[in-house]
């Protein structure tokens, strides 16, 4: 439990960081402004907290760009799928239960399942300083414990602040 201590901590030390001074001011296609932290402010403070980080110049726009590496997940079935149903329900209840934690404490970035039904039945991509910590946070998910499913863990680079569209 330790880890997740140091991680709430790491959370809000970002958070403060967020309201740090030295800012990028960014204006809004509908006129507003809002600030960031600068890529140096937010990579010196990433790699402070054991995160790997790397930043480019954009050519195009002579943007700074800051890549972090996170975990990606894959969610594939595990050796143990006879439970039955009432067990595989429960189960499955458990699991979106820990789901919503890892995202509720920011752990979890983005998470889902495939829509087909092959080996691989979803994805996380957690937010965390390392790989042993995604193992750890992984491990503790209700389905991977019984054994109906296992994690293969990547590590993943992103840029940071970057969603889908």
């Known amino acids: 439990m330790d880890f997740i201590k140091n991680l709430l901590r790491l959370s809000c030390c970002l958070f403060i960081l967020a309201g ?12 507003s ?24 110049v954009e050519e195009g726009t ?16 595990g050796p143990n799928r006879s439970e039955n149903k009432q067990e595989a329900d429960s189960l499955q209840s458990l699991h979106l239960q820990h789901m919503s934690r890892m995202y509720e404490e920011g752990y979890a970035d ?13 994805i996380i991509i957690y937010n965390t300083p390392n790989l ?15 054994g109906s499913l296992v994690a293969e863990i990547h590590p993943w680079w992103a840029g940071k602040g970057y969603g889908l569209r």
């Open 62 to 77: 002579n943007d700074t760009i800051l890549m972090q590496q996170y975990f990606l997940v894959l969610l594939k079935r």
């Open 132 to 146: 042993q910590i995604a193992d750890s946070l992984a491990n503790l998910d209700p389905l991977i414990r019984s």
């Open 110 to 122: 983005l998470m889902g399942p495939f829509g087909d039904d092959g080996e691989i039945r979803g």
């Open 33 to 56: 402004v809002t600030s960031k932290p600068s890529v140096s402010k937010l990579k010196d403070s990433l790699t402070r907290l054991g995160y790997q980080t790397f930043d480019y």
């Open 20 to 31: 740090c001074g030295d800012n990028e001011k960014t204006e809004r296609a509908n006129g």
